[in-house]
Nanobody
Framework: QVQVMESGGGLVQAGGSLRLSCAAS????????MGWFRQTPGKEREFVAF????????YYADSVKGRFTINRGNAKDTVYLQMNSLKAEATAVYYC?????????????????WGQGTQVTVSS
């Protein structure tokens, strides 16, 4: 059984930083591309970043490029999202996801497994 679990969300002031973690189990982690998405009420789930199984070729949404960093520790079956210079519009529930695809995977339908999400609130 696949399990994906996010942690690290919370309340932070604008301009601050937060690091999200996502632990996965039930599949051979290094074979899976890991993605981060976020969602606010009434809106579709929005792509944030992904990283391939080898840890190379991270890919970011334009809105977070230069401020967010995705990396992974395959020895720990964990992926991270370091978020710096946070803005109020980053407030959302952040979801971690897994896909066996090795091409660019920027839409929610590309991903097979999802966590329950972690709330990030940025106060202005």
């Amino acid at each position: 059984q696949v399990q994906v679990m996010e942690s690290g969300g919370g309340l932070v002031q604008a301009g601050g930083s937060l690091r999200l973690s996502c632990a996965a189990s039930g599949r051979t982690f290094r074979y899976y591309t890991m993605g981060w998405f976020r969602q606010t009420p009434g809106k579709e789930r929005e792509f944030v970043a992904f990283i391939t199984g080898s840890g190379g070729s991270p890919y970011y949404a334009d809105s977070v490029k230069g401020r967010f960093t995705i990396n992974r520790g395959n020895a720990k079956d964990t992926v991270y999202l370091q978020m710096n210079s946070l803005k109020a519009e980053a407030t959302a529930v952040y979801y971690c996801s897994m896909t066996p695809l090795i091409r660019i995977a920027r839409t929610a339908r590309d991903y097979d497994y999802w966590g329950q999400g972690t709330q990030v609130t940025v106060s202005s």
